[in-house]
């Protein structure tokens, strides 16, 4: 990645006859954040996300700046954001 790129948090959906799996199999240089059935979550520079758009492999949806999202997680305290991890289950109460 050049330096000073613009890192993004962003969703891949595969392109139709493509799968989750063919993504993954291939050398993409994504850090793969989360995997679904049917995307992935990743973060990755824009140049590589714009390569993936230009090879029409995935559907590519920008969520967020990788620093936007860290500095977001680094000001919400557990709990916040609608995190139900935190919050105690009726069984819990």
Do not use: K, N
Not at 77 to 93: C, H, L, M, V
Request: hydrophobic share 30%.
């Amino acid at each position: 990645m050049a330096t000073g790129e613009e890192t993004w948090v962003a969703r891949l959906t595969p392109a139709p006859g493509r799968s989750v799996s063919d993504l993954l199999d291939m050398p993409l240089g994504l850090d793969v954040w989360e995997r679904h059935a049917d995307s992935l979550v990743v973060s990755a520079s824009d140049s590589r996300l714009s390569e993936v758009e230009r090879r029409r492999l995935a559907r590519v949806d920008r969520l967020t700046t990788t620093a936007q999202y860290l500095a977001r997680t680094r000001r919400s305290p557990a709990g916040e954001d609608g995190d139900r991890r935190s919050s105690p289950s009726p069984q819990q109460e």
